[in-house]
């Protein structure tokens, strides 16, 4: 079968086109921004991209196309499947179709972390040697891609918020059908298409009213937000994590020295060293232990398997070091985000060395400014903060960042390349976070320390 993506850069859509593959179909696709990681993966599959949405690449028609949720009404490529009857589909109906309907489907949803807790799963269940099948929204070092199909029972997905197409305005994660859910978080975002957190959650209750009695739901606690979303509902299973004494699955961790202590459901308890840093990410293994006891891995099985844990491209990844000035490289573009990942590079930071923040106001929710009072506070854990600022920002971000110390707006990214390789000096970090290509700033600022006196 010859399976059309439209939208085949992003990284679910990447995904699914390495499954596609992996089922034999000939895969062809289409977009009007690749970067990688997602365009190597899609370069070493041998799939066909052509750049840009010229309907001429649909003709000799292919079997059926498969519309991400980036495309809208009045794109070429969508007025022609229209016009011409072409079959077609969404990503998240095609997976469940194709895939997911035959399979115990572990599902990690909630508004930060996704990534991250997916790959622990996937990587905790593989190194049990349960084989998972999995999609997650970014490149999982262990594996070194961000899908595959597995040999077992068990397929871990990542459950995106977001819509699914043009022609489905419900949540992505709807179509999953989960037997194992995780709600790692939920607070407000994507404001280009939800007007409030309501309305989010009122997505997340579609997913959670379609679940069977015997599903587990993997939920945090202390969550006001979780609480109320539950309380709209609840017919499956539920087990609690968290720090404190209320939770069935509790942990401790210890920032000195990366240790983790978890006390289980049924009382027992283990010990073990994660390779990720901060306390939200100990927040994030604690999910993925409870959630793969269900499936029947033991907890001290599933924290010996952090050991080894590669974690994910763009995730507090170290992309190179120049006179002793470390470049890193993160997804974080929630304020919440922002905090939690400067709180986790803190304490690898002596002094003097400082953590210089480099930033996009890229996304759709940032742009329109709906975080902009809590934006300084995002920010208050580095030393130096620069933002590439789009001239059309339709809010005054200088007044939101009034009270924010060390900080220069920009609105080209060579003089913020140049800014910040000036601030620089030998023991500090410069964490690069967005959730888009920033211009390639982190391999431009490695360059530019390079050639510095």
Not at 126 to 139: A, D, I, K, N, S
Not at 195 to 203: E, F, N
Not at 205 to 226: F, K, M, Q, Y
Not at 436 to 452: P, W, Y
Request: proline fraction near 5%; glycine fraction near 8%.
């Amino acid at each position: 079968m010859h399976v059309h993506i439209l939208g085949i850069g992003g990284t679910f859509m990447a995904g699914v086109a390495r499954l596609a593959v992996e089922l034999g179909h000939r895969v062809t696709g289409a977009d009007a921004n690749l970067y990688p990681p997602m365009s190597d993966q899609l370069d070493a599959l041998g799939v066909q991209v052509c750049n840009g949405y010229d309907a001429a690449a649909l003709d000799p028609a292919p079997d059926i196309v498969i519309v991400g949720n980036a495309l809208s009404r009045g794109n070429p490529s969508v007025e022609y499947v229209l016009s011409n009857n072409l079959r077609y589909t969404s990503g998240p109906a095609w997976l469940y179709e194709e895939i997911l309907r035959h399979r115990h489907v572990i599902a990690v949803a909630g508004t930060h972390g996704k990534t991250t807790v997916t790959s622990i799963v996937t990587w905790m269940l593989e190194h049990g040697g349960f084989e998972p099948g999995f999609l997650v929204g970014g490149v999982v070092e262990n594996f070194g891609v961000s899908a595959r199909l597995g040999k077992g029972s068990l397929f871990v997905v990542e459950a995106d918020e977001y819509d699914t197409a043009f022609f489905d305005k419900r949540s992505k994660f709807v179509h999953y059908a989960p037997r194992t859910l995780i709600v790692n978080n939920l607070e407000f975002d994507h404001a280009d298409i939800f007007p409030d957190l309501a309305a989010i959650k009122r997505q997340f209750h579609h997913l959670i009213r379609c679940l069977p009695r015997e599903a587990l739901i993997v939920r945090p606690t202390p969550d006001a937000v979780i609480d109320d979303l539950l309380a709209m509902g609840l017919w499956s299973r539920v087990t609690r994590f968290g720090a404190g004494r209320d939770a069935d699955w509790s942990y401790g961790y210890a920032s000195a020295d990366h240790s983790i202590h978890i006390t289980a459901a049924d009382g027992s308890q283990c010990d073990g060293r994660t390779p990720l840093l901060g306390a939200h990410n100990a927040h994030n293994v604690a999910a993925a232990i409870a959630a793969v006891a269900d499936v029947g891995l033991s907890p001290s099985r599933a924290l010996a398997a952090l050991a080894e844990f590669a974690n994910v491209k763009r995730r507090l990844e170290l992309r190179g070091r120049v006179a002793d000035i470390a470049v890193y490289d993160d997804f974080a573009h929630h304020p919440t985000a922002i905090a939690a990942t400067i709180a986790a590079l803190r304490p690898g930071i002596a002094p003097p060395g400082r953590i210089i923040a480099v930033s996009e106001m890229r996304s759709n929710t940032m742009r329109m400014g709906v975080h902009k009072d809590s934006l300084a506070m995002a920010f208050a854990g580095a030393e130096l903060t620069a933002l590439l600022v789009p001239t059309d920002l339709p809010w005054d971000i200088a007044s939101a960042l009034a009270g924010l110390p060390g900080h220069a707006l920009f609105t080209d990214s060579a003089a913020l390349i140049a800014a910040v390789t000036a601030w620089a000096h030998a023991g500090d970090a410069l964490l690069v976070m967005s959730n888009g290509g920033f211009d390639n700033v982190h391999s431009r600022l490695l360059a530019a320390l390079e050639a510095r006196p």
